[in-house]
Each structure stands twice: as C-alpha cells, then as structure tokens.
C-alpha cells in the first residue's frame, strides 16, 4: 500500500477532485496538506511514497524537495496554467510528474497509476510545450556562439534567465555558493555588460536561450 500525499491551497473543488481520485485508488492510503501548513507534512510519523504539490498555492518546491532530497519520496507537481510556457523552470528538480490544473479525476488516477511503475508522467499540455521546446532547439532555432562562454557557465546563465538566485542555482547545479559568484563575475566579463539583468537580455535578445 502506497502513502500519497496532496498539498494544496484552501480551494474546495480541489479537495473534491482528491476525494473523487481516493475513491478510484482505494488500496493507497491517500492524505490532503493545506499548504499554508506544510510543516504537518514534513512532521507526519511516515514519509510518502509521493507527493503531489499544487503549484497554484505558492508552494516552495525548493524547501520540499531539500527535505525529502535523501528520501525515497517521490514529488509530482500540479502546474496552472499561467506556469505551462515556463515549464522548463522546474526541470531541474528531480521530479516524477507534471500534472496539469484542469485535469479529469481519471487523469490524475492514470497518471498516479503512471508513476507508481516507476515512470515518469507528463500531461499532454505540458507535454506539448515541452515537445516545441526541443523542436526551436532541433531547428537551430537557438544559437549560441562557439567558444563564447565554458559548459558550465551557460548552464549559469540558463539559471539566470529563469530568475534564479545564487542560493537556488547553486543547489540546481550541486555547486557552491562561491563557484556561482565565479561564473557570473566570468560571465558578465566575457558578455561585457555590467550585470545579471542585462546578461539574461542579451542572451534573450541573441536568441540563446528561450523562455
């Protein structure tokens, strides 16, 4: 029997949603977090076996995915829709489902069902976004100059134009805090602007990266 774990907001027709999908997966015991009390998750007497954020209920998903990083918790998301086009911001994160805000009961059942055999679940919608990512990539259609900048410090600058903070890239990339501060100072230097935001312009501006 799996442990499966909902942290949403305060919306009724979400905890109806999860109700209905308890009804289809009754041999998992299912719970239901309001995320404004996240800490009752973190200090249940048992982990889960999965859980499942609701992105739309300003979760951290940096804090949960730390606190269960040496953990064998599996964490799924619940994008809304004013997050699809920016799906790429949560790829880093060791995540095994993307659901989507507006599914069917019996999609998030067979999407459950879909992460429980040890798959990965992405939602047609995100799916979808993900799919025209790689073809602007499989097209050319991002191009970066040879020799401009190392491996490294384009991932850098990838984190960077998702608006992420030393902290956050520094834990995305397993490096340290110093070693971030290194990379941008080189960054900014080999890109001849004066600093973080007008790196992330240029690099939009030259078609880099997307967002």
């Not at 015991?29 to 800490?39: G, H, K, L, M, P």
């Not at 055999?117 to 050319?140: C, D, M, N, W």
């Not at 490294?152 to 984190?159: A, M």
Request: hydrophobic letters at 45%.
């Amino acid at each position: 029997m799996n442990m499966i774990s909902f942290v949403i907001g305060s919306e009724v027709h979400k905890e109806t949603v999860i109700e209905m999908v308890k009804e289809h997966l009754q041999d998992d015991d299912i719970y239901v977090y309001n995320a404004a009390f996240i800490d009752d998750l973190f200090e249940a007497p048992r982990d889960s076996d999965l859980v499942i954020l609701d992105m739309e209920a300003y979760i951290s998903l940096q804090e949960v995915t730390r606190f269960y990083r040496f953990t064998n918790t599996k964490i799924a998301i619940i994008l809304p829709d004013s997050e699809m086009k920016v799906f790429n911001n949560y790829i880093h994160y060791d995540l095994v489902g993307f659901f989507s805000v507006g599914m069917s009961v019996q999609e998030f059942v067979q999407g459950i069902e879909y992460i429980q055999k040890g798959k990965t679940y992405i939602h047609p919608l995100i799916a979808s976004v993900l799919f025209e990512k790689y073809r602007q990539i499989a097209e050319g259609d991002v191009q970066r100059p040879i020799g401009l900048l190392t491996r490294r410090e384009w991932e850098v600058l990838g984190e960077l134009i998702q608006g992420c903070q030393n902290e956050e890239i520094a834990m995305n990339l397993n490096i340290s805090d110093k070693t971030v501060k290194n990379h941008i100072t080189s960054i900014l230097s080999k890109l001849r602007v004066k600093d973080r935001t007008n790196a992330v312009l240029l690099a939009l501006r030259e078609r880099w990266f997307y967002l």
